[in-house]
C-alpha cells in the first residue's frame, strides 16, 4: 500500500520536493489541510499531511492525521513509530511508549526503521525516570573585527585630556575556537504540581589565534526548585527560586568569582503567548592580580531583571520581545557605579529543508537589542568632567540545519556597535561564527 510504504524517508521526501524547493510551506500546509478535509480516508494524503505538519512543528494536527490512519488500518507500525516520536517530541512519554512498543512488535519492520525505535524507547525511559540528566555541548570557530574591544581610534582621554594610544590597545580583527556546554539535572519530585528540583552547570571558553588577552573562560552553576503555582487561578504559573555561583577567567588570570540567588517565572498568558522573567542578585569579588592589579575597584553587587515574550504567530513563525535592566553597585568606587536598561525583539521562523530535502526543518533567528548604560560619576583617571554613558546596539542572525534529532549545525553573524561620551570605550565588533553543537 502507498501510504504503508511512504513512511520511508525517500518516498516522504519525494512527496514535497517542490514545496521545499519552493520554501513556501505555510501554503503547501493549507492546501493539504483542504485535501484531508476532503478526503478524510485517503491514507496518502493523511500521511502527506502529517509529512508537512510535522515539518511546520504541528505536531497535534500530524498526530490527529496519523491516529485516523491506524483506525483505517491497525497494521502500519511505521505509523505507530511515527506517534512514537511525536509523542516523545510534546512530552508526552507515556502516549509514547505504547505506541513505540507497538511498532518493536511488529516482526517486519525493517532493522533501520527497529534501530530508531528502540533509540525512542530508550529516551523514553530515560525521560520517565525520577532522575534525568540532559545538555548541549558546541564547538565552532569565530571571526571578530574587534576581537579585544578595543577603540576605533588612538585619540582618547585620560585625566581630562587628549592622549593617543599605542596600535596594540587599539581595536584588533582576529579568529578564534569557542567552546561550550550545559549540563542539567532534574530529579521530579512525583507532586501534582510538577514540582523538581533543576541545577544546572554552565561551561564556555574561547582561545584566541592571537589576542591572548581576549581569552574568556567561565564556569556557572544554578540550582533550585520549580513548582506550579496559582493552581486553578491562571492556566500555567511555573516558579523557580534559585540560588547560583560562578567564576570568570580573562587571558587565563582570575578576573572575578560571584555568588548570589533569584527567582525565574514562566506564565501561559493566552493559547499562543507566554512569558519568563528572571529577577536576580549577584556578589561580584575581582581579586588584584598582577595582570589586573586595581581589579578589586570593581567588586560590588549587581542587581537585575528580564523578561520575555513570545508569541506564536503562525505554525512556523514566532516572533518575541525582551526588556532588559540592571543596576551595579560597588563597594568602594562610586564612578564603575551604573544603571543600565534595554529593549529588543526578534523573530524565529521554521522551513522546510531546502538542500538534503529531510524532514528536519532549518530555521532562522533575528534579534536586536538596544541598551542604555548611565554610570553614577565621571572617572577622574579618565575625565574628571565628563559623566560616561554608552549605548549599545546588537544585532544577530543565526541559521540552523539539523543534521539528525541530537546533531545540528549553525553559522552565526552579528554587530556589536557601542557609542559613549567618553572616546575610550567606544567600539564596534563584526563577528561570524560557524559550528556544531551535539544534544544528550
Do not use: C
Amino acid at each position: 500500500m502507498a501510504a504503508a510504504t511512504a513512511l520511508q524517508p525517500e518516498a516522504a521526501r519525494a512527496q514535497t520536493p517542490s514545496a521545499a524547493a519552493a520554501g513556501d510551506l505555510e501554503q503547501q500546509y493549507e492546501s493539504t489541510f483542504q485535501e484531508m478535509l476532503r478526503k478524510p480516508a485517503d491514507l496518502d494524503v493523511l500521511f502527506k499531511f502529517a509529512t508537512i505538519a510535522t515539518k511546520t512543528g504541528d505536531y497535534e494536527g500530524a498526530i490527529s492525521a496519523l491516529e485516523r490512519m491506524l483506525l483505517i488500518n491497525p497494521n502500519l507500525p511505521r505509523v505507530r513509530l511515527e506517534l512514537g516520536v511525536l509523542y516523545y517530541r510534546l512530552g508526552s512519554y507515556e502516549i509514547a511508549r505504547s505506541y513505540l512498543e507497538g511498532a518493536l512488535k511488529s516482526q517486519a519492520l525493517p532493522p533501520d526503521v527497529r534501530g530508531r525505535a528502540e533509540q525512542f524507547m530508550a529516551e523514553v525511559e530515560k525521560r520517565q525516570s525520577p532522575s534525568r540528566f540532559s545538555g548541549e555541548v558546541f564547538f565552532g570557530t569565530r571571526y571578530q573585527s574587534n576581537a579585544n574591544l578595543g577603540p576605533a581610534t588612538s585619540t582618547v582621554r585620560l585625566f581630562g585630556q587628549t592622549a593617543n594610544l599605542n596600535q596594540q590597545a587599539l581595536g584588533t580583527a582576529d579568529w578564534g575556537f569557542v567552546g561550550s556546554a550545559q549540563f542539567r539535572h532534574s530529579y521530579d519530585l512525583g507532586l501534582q504540581d510538577k514540582s523538581a528540583i533543576e541545577s544546572q552547570l554552565t561551561t564556555y571558553a574561547n582561545r584566541q589565534f592571537t589576542l591572548s588577552a581576549a581569552n574568556v573562560s567561565l564556569i556557572d552553576f544554578t540550582t533550585g526548585p520549580r513548582f506550579q503555582a496559582f493552581r486553578g487561578i491562571f492556566e500555567e504559573v511555573i516558579l523557580k527560586p534559585f540560588l547560583s555561583a560562578g567564576y570568570i577567567w580573562v587571558n587565563d588570570q582570575p578576573y572575578y568569582g560571584s555568588y548570589g540567588a533569584g527567582l525565574e517565572t514562566a506564565v501561559i498568558l493566552a493559547d499562543r503567548l507566554r512569558n519568563i522573567s528572571i529577577f536576580s542578585w549577584r556578589q561580584q569579588n575581582y581579586p588584584n592580580t598582577n595582570y589586573l592589579p586595581t581589579n578589586s575597584q570593581f567588586t560590588g553587587t549587581q542587581y537585575s531583571a528580564t523578561t520575555t515574550f513570545q508569541y506564536q504567530l503562525t505554525e512556523i513563525v514566532s516572533i518575541y520581545a525582551f526588556g532588559n535592566a540592571q543596576r551595579y553597585q560597588t563597594q568602594q568606587t562610586i564612578s564603575n557605579n551604573y544603571t543600565l536598561g534595554g529593549v529588543g525583539g526578534g523573530m524565529a521562523f521554521r522551513f522546510a529543508d531546502p538542500l538534503f530535502r529531510s524532514d528536519l526543518p532549518w530555521s532562522i533567528n533575528l534579534t536586536v537589542n538596544q541598551q542604555w548604560w548611565q554610570y553614577d560619576a565621571p572617572d577622574p583617571i579618565i575625565d574628571p568632567g565628563v559623566v560616561r554613558e554608552q549605548a549599545d546596539t546588537i544585532l544577530n542572525i543565526v541559521l540552523s540545519v539539523p543534521f539528525d534529532d541530537r546533531t545540528t549545525f549553525s553559522i552565526a553573524g552579528g554587530r556589536f556597535n557601542r557609542a559613549s561620551t567618553l572616546p575610550n570605550f567606544a567600539f564596534t565588533n563584526n563577528n561570524v561564527m560557524f559550528g556544531v553543537s551535539w544534544r544528550f
